[in-house]
């Protein structure tokens, strides 16, 4: 009976573990079941055959998850997987990701740029997600995608409900599920005309879900059990998947990500919150995949001085979150003060360690920018200052102070690093700029620097003066290097400037506060959904 057991429940999170303390997955399965319980009284399995039976009567049979997959590997020229495109309003990793996005126009964006598959996840408390949703993607999507239910499925009332929302599969997660279970759930969505697609994320998980005959398999880099994320868990476990078919699951946001994942031979990649982050979901799309799309300008977020603004800024989609440490400035933040801050920017972006710097092209800084990076502000400080913020985790390095080529060349000697110059420039109305002689220094800081900033001086002060600078000087430095701008940006403004000029990126500090240091949440949204609209 014990060794029946075993095979059943060996492979659950804590099994045989006397004191074991429910993960934070199987918390969430606990509710999703008491959840599930009302549910059932409330309305009758019988009821929902009825619903499901005659969706299917009205709308067809469920599409055959596999062939679609493989049918979308070559939706758009160049690509080399299919794209399951995710609807995600929320996680419990990451809070909010896009609660106010409607899944019918979302749907309609995804099935548009080839996805072959449109995840919706249905679980209502930490991912904020219905049924209802479910229901509104299949009908709102054209070129016939495959309609995913992305939710804790434990019982096959979740199998039919799902059916009767429209739904071609289920997801089924090997993690909680007795292997007794799985077989009966993979009986009853084929009962349905539906195969499931059965996640795994470890070794005998993917022995169980080979045994038990899937056909489709996902590997989750994260494990929910943790909520840790390893991106190449699916280069491993794809060699033991034999003739399934595979997609990689979780923490993708890169053309080079996806690429890796077509060598190494998955037939696809489940995208979602990068996706439901992009101001422009169909360009987003076509960048991952392998297409060619206008570069976004980067939003940097700057004097940020405590973890709930970070939070915050990154939520809101901000690719920068500028530290300042400058002790005269009104937002700044000490070296210990800052810790927090960094570590948390990190955890939401899932870095650990330093980012590799060895490329420090500016495709490269948009790489590494597509999750948020912290930008150190130093002036005038002692390099080796500078040089412990780096290796305390600051993603990338700005200059605001009187640092010469002597500075830069020592720091760039000592650590592997993207450095921003800054160069100060007067209000608007205050006088012109030689542009020759701007030309000069701007090639001359370039031989050291990555990028540029410019940034408005007024009576001394430079940065977070709220100030404007004529923006016509913007538009020749921009031609001439990567270039940010900075100075009295504001929500209202950055749509003006970005008609007339396409920087590197865009930088704003008061113009999205209600004190020196203190953001306003609906102003950084704003500013950052006006930045990546533009």
Not at 423 to 430: D, F, K, Q, V
Not at 472 to 490: C, S
Not at 491 to 512: C, I, K, Q, T, Y
Request: glycine content about 8%.
């Amino acid at each position: 009976m014990a060794e029946d057991e075993t095979w059943d429940r060996g492979h659950l999170h804590g099994y045989g573990i006397t004191d074991h303390k429910p993960s934070r997955l199987q918390s969430i399965v606990e509710r999703v079941r008491a959840d599930l319980q009302k549910r059932m009284m409330q309305v009758p399995l019988p009821e929902v055959e009825a619903k499901a039976a005659g969706f299917v009567r009205d709308h067809g049979k469920p599409l055959e998850l596999a062939a679609r997959i493989q049918e979308g590997m070559t939706a758009r020229d160049g690509w080399k997987v299919a794209l399951a495109a995710e609807f995600k309003r929320a996680s419990p990793s990451k809070g909010d990701i896009a609660p106010d996005l409607v899944p019918a126009e979302v749907a309609r964006q995804y099935s548009r740029a080839g996805a072959a598959v449109l995840s919706v996840l249905t679980e209502p408390v930490w991912f904020k997600g219905t049924c209802e949703d479910l229901l509104a993607v299949r009908m709102a999507a054209q070129n016939r995608p495959a309609i995913l239910r992305k939710d804790f499925v434990v019982e096959e009332y979740q199998i039919v409900e799902g059916l009767a929302h429209g739904a071609d599969t289920v997801l089924l997660m090997v993690s909680i599920l007795p292997r007794s279970k799985l077989r009966s759930l993979l009986a009853c969505c084929r009962r349905h005309g539906m195969e499931p697609l059965v996640e795994v994320v470890n070794e005998v998980e993917m022995q169980i879900a080979v045994s038990e005959g899937a056909s489709v398999i996902g590997i989750n880099n994260r494990n929910l059990h943790t909520f840790e994320l390893d991106p190449h868990r699916t280069d491993r476990l794809a060699l033991l998947a034999g003739s399934a078919v595979v997609l990689a699951l979780s923490g993708i946001s890169s053309a080079e990500e996806v690429d890796r994942y077509a060598k190494i031979g998955c037939h696809g990649v489940l995208v979602g919150e990068s996706l439901m982050r992009a101001a422009n979901i169909e360009n987003a799309i076509c960048g991952l995949m392998g297409g060619r799309v206008e570069s976004e300008v980067l939003a940097k977020v700057c004097g940020v001085t405590n973890v709930e603004d970070a939070t915050a800024a990154a939520r809101a989609g901000a690719n920068l979150i500028g530290l300042i440490f400058v002790a005269k400035s009104k937002r700044s933040v000490t070296f210990d003060s800052a810790a927090p801050i960094i570590e948390t920017v990190n955890s939401f972006s899932e870095r650990s360690g330093s980012i590799d710097w060895s490329d420090r092209s500016i495709a490269a800084l948009r790489r590494h920018a597509r999750r948020p990076l912290t930008v150190g502000v130093f002036m005038d400080h002692a390099l080796d200052e500078v040089v412990a913020a780096v290796r305390g985790g600051i993603g990338i390095v700005q200059l605001h102070g009187h640092e010469d080529a002597g500075y830069m060349q020592e720091l760039r000697n000592t650590v592997t690093t993207f450095i921003v110059k800054v160069l100060h420039i007067p209000p608007a109305g205050s006088g012109g700029v030689d542009l020759s002689a701007f030309r000069a220094q701007v090639t001359a800081v370039m031989q050291h620097a990555d990028a540029i900033l410019l940034d408005t001086a007024v009576k001394g002060e430079s940065g977070g003066t709220g100030t404007v600078f004529d923006w016509a000087l913007a538009e020749e430095v921009a031609k001439w290097a990567p270039t940010f701008v900075a100075g009295g940006l504001t929500a209202e403004n950055v749509g003006e400037l970005l008609a007339r000029v396409r920087p590197l990126g865009v930088d704003v500090a008061s113009g999205v506060e209600m004190a020196p240091g203190k953001k306003d949440v609906g102003k950084v949204k704003a500013f950052v959904t006006g930045v990546k609209a533009a």
